[in-house]
């Protein structure tokens, strides 16, 4: 089994609903059945994410990531970096401090490193552009991004490397997005998710950030069992985001399936009551998704 759970399903600017980033969960019986899942992936650990995850500690059924009122930060095994957007990134200096110190593995003298994982085009630029500063010095030296983190660094352009599993079972693909052009398409990396059950075919579809660009990944989104896609709910002349008028030009089976999210503190002042009607519906915070039996 595996399930997804939004540490928050808010956008960069969000206050009510922390950033949209995620906590996958891999099973082999399921949470009714288990204490702890056997593997764990976040996708994307922005600057609200400490404390969205802090509060989930306390809901049920995610006891194993308390430690004493504190985040369990060794029970995330991996981490997905789409991009790096603080919003994205912005808590992995937390994690990485929380691991490397108060987590230490004493008896060894060594921290605890989670995986980190993500396109090379983003690892390279990670350490030097975006966590650097905070992280690289240590007592007596300097430290590296692999001080912190095991690499797995992904090719979305080559077959057979670019992805990962879960379980043996559950294939995660990346595939690029149009979040933001410099001069062309693509050429700032940010990605999204593809993940396939292996054994029955059943697929999930998750667009990271993007501008609309249905025509891209139009076959993800048909062949997935439940799709979770990004949504701006304002209109801007040149959009980073999908605006949610052009979300309603997606085929109706496309839209009964989605589940919109990134969307800001508004969604609830009455203009979108009509998304509960057109599509799945606005993603919840904190609630586990079964997504895949």
Not at 11 to 29: P, Q, V
Not at 80 to 86: I, P
Not at 269 to 282: N, S
Request: negative net charge; glycine residues 8%; hydrophobic residues 40%.
């Amino acid at each position: 089994m595996l399930t997804l759970t939004f540490l928050g399903v808010g956008s960069a600017f969000a206050k009510r609903n922390y950033h949209s980033n995620l906590l996958i969960e891999a099973w082999h019986k399921g949470p009714d059945h288990q204490d702890r899942p056997d593997d764990t992936l976040l996708v994307d650990f922005g600057s609200t994410g400490p404390l969205a995850m802090h509060q989930l500690i306390g809901q049920p059924g995610f006891a194993y990531l308390n430690s004493q009122g504190r985040i369990n930060y060794p029970a995330i095994h991996r981490v997905f970096v789409t991009h790096q957007h603080a919003d994205h990134i912005g808590g992995l200096e937390e994690m990485a401090l929380m691991n490397a110190y108060f987590f230490r593995d004493t008896v060894k003298d060594r921290p605890f490193k989670p995986q980190i994982i993500s396109s090379l085009s983003i690892l390279l630029n990670l350490w030097d552009q975006s966590l650097k500063g905070g992280l690289s010095a240590m007592a007596g030296r300097y430290a590296l991004l692999q001080d912190y983190f095991y690499i797995l660094a992904l090719n979305p352009k080559e077959p057979g490397k670019d992805g990962f599993t879960m379980l043996k079972r559950y294939r995660f693909a990346l595939f690029p997005t149009d979040h933001i052009q410099i001069e062309r398409k693509y050429d700032w990396p940010s990605h999204g998710l593809f993940i396939e059950d292996t054994q029955t075919g059943r697929c999930v579809f998750f667009s990271g950030d993007t501008r609309f660009d249905y025509a891209a990944y139009a076959r993800m989104m048909e062949r997935a069992d439940v799709c979770f896609h990004e949504v701006q709910l304002f209109d801007e002349p040149t959009p980073v985001h999908s605006l949610v008028g052009e979300m309603r030009t997606l085929p109706e089976p496309i839209r009964r399936k989605t589940w919109l999210y990134h969307f800001g503190d508004d969604w609830d002042t009455g203009p979108f009551d009509f998304v509960p009607d057109e599509f799945a519906g606005f993603a919840t915070p904190q609630q586990r998704y079964r997504v895949l039996d």
